[in-house]
Structure formats: C-alpha cells, structure tokens
C-alpha cells in the first residue's frame, strides 16, 4: 500500500486511532498511539517522535530523541481495540542524520536482504518459522530478596487428572508426550485456536494449518505458510500479538517460553528457509535429499556458526532447558533428511523443486526474529561464499548412538552464557556490509549478561532449597 492508499484504508474503516509499533532491542513489541487525524501523506516521511533512552538496549538520556517511520505497507486494523484502530510497523531513524538506526533489529534484517542481493547470490530469502506455545488457565510467579516461586495450570494437563472441579473432574487429561493431533475433548483448545487463526487471516496472514502439540497442558502450533525474509519477521511478531491477545479474551494466557513446563517438551521455533533468485528455487537439486551444492554449502555455514546464531535465535536463559536430549530437542550439530533429532532437517514430504529447503530446529519463539533469521541468513550467506562442507548426513536416531559416536557429534550450547561467548569469539560472518555492527553485537552479549545470565546466576532457585537445605 502507498500513504494515500493506507489513509483511505483509515477512512473506509472507520479509525479513530493511529497506533504505531517497533520492535526494541530483547524482541518485546512497543506501541505508541495517536488520534488518527495525525496520520498525514506527509508523516510518513517526516515521522513521529518518541524517547529512545527509554527503551531497552537503545540510546543514552543525551542522545534520546528518535523518530518512528510509518512502513505503509505494513498496516493493518487491530482486530483487539474497543475503538478502530489502524496499526503500523515503524522503522527507526536519528532526527539529525536521518539515518536508519543501527540497534534497530528491523533495520537490521533489510541490511541483511541487501546484503543477499549484493552478493550476486539470491534476491530473496524465504522463511517459515513453526512457533510453538502454551496457552495455560492460571500463571503465577513471584521473586523478591526472600523467596521465589512459580505456578502454571491448564484444565487439560496430565497432572489435574485427580483435581476435583466444580461439577466434577471430566477426565480427557493429555499425557505426557502424547498431545500431537488428539481430537476434542482432550484437544480442549480447538476453538480457541481456530479464533487466532481466523484473526491472522484477517490481518493478512497466510495460515496453513493449526494443532495441538505434544506437551501436555495446552501447547500449541499454528503453521503460517513461507514469506520473504522481512515480511515474515512482521508476520511473526504480529502472530504473536494475535495468540496473546485471544487467549486473553477467553479468560486464557497464553506464553511463548520455551520451557515451561518440567518433564515435557519444550516449545521450539523450528525455522525453514530456502533462497531464489529470479523466481527459481537455488536449494533445488540431485545432491542429497535433493539438494543442490548451494543448499549444502549454506548447510555447511550455519553448523559451522550454530553455537554463535543460537545467541539470537536461542536468546533466554530457559532456552537451554528446552535444548537437551530426550524432548525432540536438536542438542546435535548435523543434517540429516527426515531426522527430527538433527539441528538441520531436509523436509522430504514434496519431491517439487520449490519445496526444497532446509529446517534449522534450534531456534525458539522468545527470540527477535529480526535479528534471529538475519544471524541465520549471515551464516547460510557465509557458508556458500566459502563453499563451506557441511560434513556427512546422519540419518541415524542420533539419541541412538554409542557414547564413542556420539561424542564425535558438536552440539548446542548448553547455556546462554555458551551462546553469547561463543558470539564474542565468532561474529565476524555477521559484520559483512555492516549488517550487524560491532557495536550490535557488544550491546547483545553486555546487555544479556547484566541483565539475564547475572541475574538469574545471583538467585537461589527453589529446587536448590530441596537438594541443600538440610546439608
């Protein structure tokens, strides 16, 4: 849409209300809101102003002032709002240079689609994130200098099979493990999920299908279909957004952590891509699985670079409760076709060309997905500028292996702290053409040791009263 066009969206919709949102630097959504009088031709360009030293990761209070640029193509009329409300995605820039931002992650992925286009190799990356999540019926936490603790529920989770509700207890409990495609009534969140699907297609999200998954308690995947880079990225975090708000007005909360719930499997973002160029498929061709030399070498970059890509793709300190052997979690560092227990799958469900790709299943859904798939676009770009060997397949179950076999095998980090030193030693594949700065990167690992891997390393946890209380 042009600014004339997303105007006369704003009239024939009847919005009151301009509410502009940008990305900030963890990945947490921001809002901003105006009478929609204001959104003029002229705003998209000029912008709005806002505090950038107030938002995570960003400016100093000297250098504060900052500007929101309307992305008019990006608009859409929140489905959630009492009044009209017509939503935009901004893009930010300095008020004196007017330059895009650098610790804007949105800017960052369009650098890393210029970068693509720069390097001859493809004009377009597309990605299909697969966004796992819980929607739960209570949450509860708590930490302060002398105690912590959390609480989650879910009517359908394995543990409240002897809970007696009001009415009675009506049974059809998921067990552990066993929550991929039941029907109602153990699939108690059908419609539910049906609502957010209805809701994305209706904010202009390509939906492809929608089920319950494995854990117990409520959790969830709705598969939307492939996009360009950037536009999935929005896509994503409007997903979000969608999920949050409708299991809000269902009495429900629903959570994107990867590892909520002990003993179960966690919530991943299994994450497809494949890149084109002038309308043909590069990832095609009679190599392995089907695929071409390009599609392995950017195999070959982004195991070669895994450990650091999970800084951003894999970016919480519960995100490595998730990666661990035992809950289709991919801990190993290979390819393989079919394999779910490999970091890189080559999905074989179509022998059609415009069907080959690769999923990398380390990331998860508390990641930016800006700067996620730019780190995982960086690599791949990497791995087929060096012509990068991605080693041999194993199609074997890799949790399978003898102890000597497996340990031949490199695997994730095992902490955020792993990820982010292993970003410190290996980054230079991101700072090509300046797509992340140097100082992108210090800002990410300063920021998540201060403020997350420091911070949850100086509080006792509640299982640690069990194991020493009485020492």
Not at 33 to 40: C, G, K, N, R, V
Not at 105 to 114: C, S, T, V
Not at 136 to 144: L, T
């Amino acid at each position: 849409m042009t600014p004339k066009e997303v105007i006369a969206l704003a009239k024939e919709k009847g919005c009151k209300i301009l509410d502009l949102r940008f990305m900030d630097f963890p990945g947490m959504w921001q809002h901003t809101s105006y009478p929609i009088a204001e959104l003029t031709e002229s705003a998209f360009d000029d912008g709005f102003g806002f505090d950038g030293s107030s938002i995570r990761g960003w400016q100093a209070i000297n250098e504060s002032d900052m500007l929101l640029i309307p992305q008019p193509e990006t608009a859409f009329v929140d489905p959630f709002r009492t009044e009209s409300t017509l939503a935009i995605f901004c893009n930010i820039q300095d008020p004196l240079s007017r330059q895009d931002y650098t610790r804007d992650p949105r800017n960052i992925a369009r650098k890393a689609i210029e970068f693509l286009e720069s390097t001859g190799i493809a004009d377009t990356a597309f990605f299909g994130p697969e966004a796992e999540f819980f929607v739960f019926d209570d949450v509860r936490f708590g930490q302060n200098e002398h105690e912590g603790f959390y609480h989650v529920d879910s009517g359908e989770g394995a543990w409240n099979t002897g809970r007696c509700e009001e009415g009675g207890n009506l049974g059809h409990k998921l067990r552990y493990k066993e929550g991929y495609f039941p029907t109602p009534p153990s699939d108690s969140l059908m419609d539910i999920r049906t609502a957010m699907v209805l809701h994305m297609i209706e904010c202009g999200i390509d939906v492809e299908c929608h089920h319950h998954e494995v854990a117990t308690g409520g959790q969830c995947e709705i598969d939307m279909r492939f996009s360009p880079m950037v536009e999935m990225a929005d896509k994503l975090v409007l997903y979000k957004y969608i999920v949050k708000n409708v299991a809000h007005m269902h009495g429900k909360t629903a959570t994107f952590m990867p590892k909520p719930v002990f003993m179960d499997n966690g919530s991943g973002m299994h994450t497809h891509m494949s890149l084109w160029k002038g309308g043909e498929p590069l990832f095609a061709g009679d190599g392995y699985a089907g695929l071409s030399q390009t599609a392995m070498h950017a195999i070959g970059g982004i195991l070669t670079h895994a450990k650091a890509i999970c800084a951003f793709s894999n970016p919480s300190t519960i995100s490595y409760k998730r990666l661990v052997p035992g809950y289709e979690a991919p801990v190993n560092l290979a390819m393989s076709r079919r394999n779910r227990s490999a970091a890189i799958r080559i999905p074989v469900y179509s022998p059609s060309p415009k069907a080959k790709r690769l999923e990398f299943r380390c990331p998860d859904p508390s990641c930016n997905p800006y700067l996620a798939f730019s780190a995982l676009l960086m690599a791949a770009i990497d791995g087929i500028e060096n012509q990068t060997d991605p080693g041999q397949p194993l199609d074997v179950n890799i949790y399978d292996l003898d102890p000597a076999q497996a340990a031949e095998i490199p695997t994730t980090p095992a902490s955020l702290e792993e990820a982010l030193n292993a970003l410190r030693d290996d980054h230079d594949f991101l700072t090509k053409s300046d797509v992340f700065t140097g100082d992108v990167i210090d800002t990410w690992i300063d920021y998540k040791m201060e403020n997350e891997v420091d911070a949850l390393r100086l509080r006792p946890h509640p299982f640690e009263f069990l194991m020493y209380y009485d020492i």
